[in-house]
């Protein structure tokens, strides 16, 4: 009797021994987590929960022990910058609105994420809202600020919900509103909902959203730290940057520096998604390498295929080739590689994916949300359009490339904000890298990557075609011909190229070419 | 609500502790299903409701059942982690309402995880 409960006792035992820990498994053994630290712990709509993980104690440490100043000077000292994209100094700016004058003065957290593939502020808010709302308050004890505005994106609906409900948890505590934790700090927080304007989450257009105007970039004269939202001092800064805040507050500058690299400090979230086995949200230490990113953690490229580029900032960043892999990931490199930071989205392509395709894809999303305040911007990026459609159609010329750099420099140079000056970068950066892929698509008429509908042709192979039928079966648009025991026949003057044959023809009798 | 002081701060952090704590005598399995919006859109709420059913008809006082953010591994969602007293928390993916039946019978009664849809065991590097 004893005997056998000893040995289910081992057998279970040994069931969990070969369970794997978490941190042999790169997905999570690889990840350093400070911005999420709470992911996947705290319940988001409870404030206990944060409260007993260290929650508000980081504001409280900065009502009591620390002077105003002090929290500017620690920030400085910790060295971060900002996660939404510029990487713009976070200590430079805050003390600068703290010296500024004016009354009141203000503190925006911008969760207006609009990169296509990127949604890592999202992530933060739904798992850990108070982190946010915690580096909102210290920001506004820092810089003497009482008024907050959480400016976030009508398309986030449950972040949006989660947001507002531990906003009014907060005041309910009382760590939001008068005199915070029996101090003489007064502060509270408003959320304003974006109607989804890409252009939005700029600084200057933001603002103007805000104030009721159209969201619509302005020339920045002034320092928006001296003259911001309704031309007051503010500072807007990034989900990613606030949640980094109380950490940074509670366990001293030096310990945030001494991660990182020389000039990025700390860690960067990134959402990884593409051709990739592991799709996720990831928070690494900044100078991980990109091979690290997307071969150990992100597990590779699914279905033995190749990797050919990744692509990081959104739409204002550009495609890194394979040579460039083991670039370690900090502001200065990405830019270097003729890329960027961004806010963190990472967009894996493997060997089918055109890189002419991307940049257009990349153009045609500015091109929509291009405000037409400026003409570079708002024609530049039609004309560049036309040009790319005109390629992947197979209709390009050979003066098509230096067209588009020449155009690409012009908007660079003649656009007001950062939609415009870095939205040639797709075609910038995949005209370094991949120019041999234009080059065919213009001089051969051939897309390397078989995927410009109007230069592939799809077509049976007769030798490995084993007469199925599967490809007529499935062919929407009644295009193939067949019937038992006979080989198919792609009609080509019927066929959409729609790929759907080359999908289903499990014998390989199906050429893309 | 009154205002809280910093002595407040401590003292709700002890009692959240606390009453989120398993133990020996009672909790003893904390559930955790990951819903952000990705989680959601992969089925989470389904997995949450199967679980909620299940414990309709179990004794509930010895299970902890609550929901987090988005656990981080998209690919595999919807993801739920397992803690029960003495044991480190175990990460499960791609769970269905019937996996969480499944893993409410054999891991949260019986100690028996599904080695088949664990990703793995342990904490996240937190610093």
Redesign the interface.
């Known amino acids: 009797m004893g005997d056998s409960t000893m040995s289910k006792e081992t057998k279970?035992k040994e069931?969990?021994q070969?369970?794997?820990?978490?941190?042999?498994?790169p997905?999570?053994?690889r990840?350093?987590?400070?911005a999420?630290?709470n992911?996947?712990?705290?319940?988001?709509e409870?404030i206990?929960?944060y409260?007993?993980h260290?929650?508000?104690?980081a504001l409280?440490k900065g009502l009591?022990k620390l002077k105003p100043t002090d929290i500017v000077e620690q920030i400085k000292q910790s060295s971060l910058r900002g996660r939404g994209g510029g990487g713009f100094d976070t200590g430079r700016k805050w003390a600068s609105a703290a010296k500024a004058t004016g009354e009141p003065k203000y503190v925006i957290c911008n969760a207006d994420e609009g990169d296509p593939g990127a949604?890592m502020d999202?992530?933060i808010i739904?798992?850990?809202p108070h982190s946010v709302i915690e580096g909102m308050a210290l920001c506004g004890r820092a810089i003497g600020s009482t008024v907050g505005y959480v400016y976030i994106r009508a398309e986030?609906p449950?972040?949006r919900k989660i947001l507002g409900h531990a906003l009014e948890q907060a005041r309910?505590?009382?760590?939001l509103?008068?005199?915070?934790?029996?101090s003489d700090f007064s502060f509270d927080i408003f959320i304003k909902q974006g109607a989804g304007a890409f252009v939005c989450g700029e600084s200057s257009a933001l603002r103007a959203s805000i104030e009721g105007n159209v969201g619509e970039p302005t020339p920045k004269y002034d320092h928006a730290t001296e003259k911001g939202l309704w031309k007051k001092p503010t500072v807007l800064n990034n989900v990613e940057s606030f949640a980094n805040v109380p950490p940074i507050i509670l366990k001293g500058a030096q310990w945030f520096s001494a991660?990182g690299t020389e000039h990025s400090k700390g860690t960067k979230v990134f959402s990884l998604?593409g051709k990739i086995?592991?799709?996720?949200?990831?928070e690494v230490l900044m100078g991980t390498t990109l091979r690290d990113i997307i071969f150990e953690i992100g597990g590779g490229i699914p279905d033995g295929k190749a990797f050919k580029a990744v692509q990081t900032g959104g739409p204002s960043g550009g495609c890194i080739p394979e040579s460039l892999l083991d670039m370690s990931v900090d502001f200065e490199e990405l830019s270097k590689a003729g890329s960027m930071m961004g806010s963190g989205g990472m967009i894996v392509m493997d060997e089918d994916t055109c890189m002419v395709n991307v940049a257009k894809y990349f153009i045609e999303f500015c091109n929509s949300e291009s405000c037409g305040k400026c003409i570079s911007c708002r024609d530049g990026s039609e004309a560049m359009l036309e040009i790319l459609t005109r390629i992947s159609e197979g209709k390009g010329k050979e003066e098509d490339i230096t067209l588009l750099e020449e155009l690409s420099n012009a908007i660079k140079e003649a656009s007001l904000c950062g939609l415009g000056t870095s939205l040639p970068n797709p075609v910038l950066s995949t005209l370094r890298y991949f120019k041999e892929e234009y080059q065919e698509h213009i001089v051969h008429k051939r897309c390397p990557a078989g995927v410009c509908k109007a230069l592939i042709t799809f077509t049976v192979l007769e030798k490995n075609c084993t007469k199925c039928g599967v490809c007529f079966k499935n062919c929407p648009y009644e295009a193939i011909t067949w019937k038992k025991k006979e080989i198919a026949v792609i009609n080509q003057n019927q066929c959409k190229k729609c790929g759907i044959c080359y999908e289903v023809c499990k014998f390989k009798a199906i050429e893309r070419k | 609500?009154?205002?809280?002081?910093?002595k407040d701060?401590t003292a709700?952090?002890k009692?959240?502790?606390e009453s989120?704590q398993i133990s020996a005598q009672g909790p003893h399995t904390k559930i955790?299903v990951?819903m952000?919006?990705?989680g959601?859109a992969a089925g989470a709420q389904k997995v949450m409701d199967s679980f909620k059913e299940v414990l309709e008809i179990v004794d509930k006082k010895d299970v902890i059942l609550?929901?987090?953010?988005?656990?981080?591994?998209?690919?595999?969602e919807p993801?739920v982690?397992i803690e029960r007293y003495g044991?480190?928390p175990?990460?499960y993916i791609n769970i269905t309402p019937k996996i969480a039946r499944e893993i409410m019978k054999q891991h949260v009664q019986k100690?028996?995880?599904l080695?088949e849809y664990?990703?793995?065991?342990?904490?996240?590097?937190?610093?």
Request: glycine share 10%; aromatic share 8%; proline share 3%.
């Open positions: 279970k069931k969990t070969t369970i794997p820990d978490l941190n042999s498994v997905f999570f053994g990840q350093i987590l400070i999420l630290r992911r996947g712990r705290i319940n988001p409870s206990d929960e409260i007993a260290d929650g508000y104690q409280a009591t949604y999202r992530s739904e798992a850990d986030y449950l972040a309910a505590y009382g760590l509103g008068e005199n915070i934790l029996d991660m998604v086995v592991n799709t996720g949200l990831i | 609500m009154a205002a809280l002081s910093i701060l709700i952090a009692k959240t502790k989120m955790t990951h952000g919006t990705c959601i609550t929901y987090s953010g988005c656990a981080g591994l998209c690919s595999n993801m982690t044991e480190k175990i990460k100690g028996n995880p080695k664990i990703i793995a065991k342990g904490y996240e590097n937190i610093v």
